[in-house]
Each structure stands twice: as C-alpha cells, then as structure tokens.
C-alpha cells in the first residue's frame, strides 16, 4: 500500500532538543520502492496582550531498493514571545538500514543539530545497531526493539555564572521498544520508548517516551494529537532534567 505524504496544516509545538530522534514514527508499514518523502509545516501565532509566533519545518526524503532503504530528516524550529526569541533549533539525521533477514535489520545513522535555548552550540554522532521485528500484522499492528550504540560530540556555549561550557566526546548505548496499531480504518495508535546510558557512567542516561494518537475524518483529513516526555539525568547547567510537550492539529495526506 502507498503512503501518503502528510502536510500539517496547523499545530501546536513545544519541541525540547535531545540527542533521541524518534525516526519510528515515519516507519509507517512496507517503504514504497525508489523515492519518496514528507514535508511537515507548522505556523502558529497570537497578537494583543502577548504576541507570540512559532514556525516548524520537518522533512523526510527516503529512497528504498530490495532491502535497503536510505533516508534524511531536517527538522527546524523557530518562535518568539512579544519579539524576543524563544525557540531556535535545527536537527539533520542520515539513516542508512539493511533488511537482509524478514525480522531483522541493521542500522547505521548519523546526526547533527543545535539549539539555543538548551546552550547547544552543535553535537555530531555517529552510530550503528540491530532492529528487530517482534510482531508484525501488515500495517494494522507492530511490534519493534532497536539495540546499538553511538560515539557523540559535543559543544556546549559559554554562559555567565555557568561551569560547564566547553566540548565533550563520549559513548552511549541505545535501546528502543516501538508499538503500532491501526485500532480501525479510522483510529491508529503509536506509542515509542527510548532508553541511552552512558557507557562509561550507567547513571547517566537519557530518555524519551512519544505516544501519539491519529484519527482520520475523511481519505486526507486526519486530526493528531501527540505527548513527549524528555528526560536527561544530567543535563548542562540551567536546563530542566525533565521536558513535556505536546501538539494538537490537522494532517492533509496527498
């Protein structure tokens, strides 16, 4: 069956940076061969008492042949609150993924992003790891746990009062346990867990579970609504441990 591209026409969006990109969420069924993608937009905006404006790009251009499928996702978010800005991050993530058995994979990616608001100035990583099918019913049901590992660096900017500037190399391990369902022809269901010590420190980790919620009203229309919860155990100086956002809107599917 062919995926349908979807365009958000309208959301809300509190995106925290985090070096989880949750790629399960555009695994959507078997990829379609050769080339195909998505373009998300977002523009959302108050004027009176607080004026407030917040753009968001994501994309994904993917290309699958036989058992290999190769993708890209650029995400980029931007807001201001009464013209001070608020929200200022890009992400760029390169999957390369080989199916050479029915229920197992292999997996190599690399990523690079930064954010203003969490005082990353850039993190590159590079990684590798196993994806293993668990149940699969056609695109009704699924059932998915990733296993691998990634060496990362990063560079956090100087702040005044703050310690803890400066560029960091390490390694952390990467675990995640993905389920869908398609409850009916209208009503599906995703719910995606991630888990990522540090290999050197196992108190040291980094978490993040998204579960979304999508209900089609006709053949194009669908209204989502979708929870993140972002944990870091140790995150940089003057940053929260613990991040929720969620988002509500339409989809058009082309």
Request: charged share 25%; net charge negative.
């Amino acid at each position: 069956m062919k995926q349908a591209a979807p365009f958000a026409l309208a959301c809300l969006w509190a995106g925290q940076a985090c070096a989880i990109v949750n790629v399960e969420n555009m695994r959507i069924g078997a990829p379609e061969p050769g080339v195909s993608g998505n373009i998300d937009l977002s523009i959302s905006g108050d004027s009176g008492n607080t004026d407030t404006a917040e753009a968001g790009l994501d994309s994904r251009l993917q290309y699958h042949r036989r058992q290999v499928t190769d993708f890209v996702i650029l995400s980029y978010d931007y807001g201001e609150t009464n013209d001070r800005r608020n929200t200022n991050s890009t992400l760029l993530h390169a999957r390369h993924v080989v199916q050479y058995r029915p229920r197992r994979a292999w997996e190599a990616y690399a990523q690079a992003e930064q954010d203003e608001f969490t005082r990353l100035s850039f993190r590159g990583l590079v990684g590798a790891g196993m994806r293993f099918t668990l149940v699969e019913r056609g695109d009704r049901l699924g059932l998915y746990f990733g296993a691998g590992a990634y060496y990362t660096r990063e560079t956090l900017e100087q702040r005044p009062g703050l310690t803890d500037d400066g560029t960091d190399e390490y390694s952390r391990a990467s675990f995640y346990l993905s389920y869908k369902h398609k409850l009916n022809a209208q009503v599906s269901v995703m719910s995606t867990t991630y888990y990522q010590p540090r290999l050197d420190d196992g108190e040291d980790f980094r978490a993040l579970e998204q579960a979304s919620l999508a209900v089609k009203m006709n053949d194009h229309l669908s209204v989502k609504l979708s929870l993140d919860i972002r944990h870091d155990s140790r995150p940089p100086q003057a940053v929260e441990k613990t991040d929720v956002s969620y988002f509500t809107g339409l989809s058009y599917a082309f």
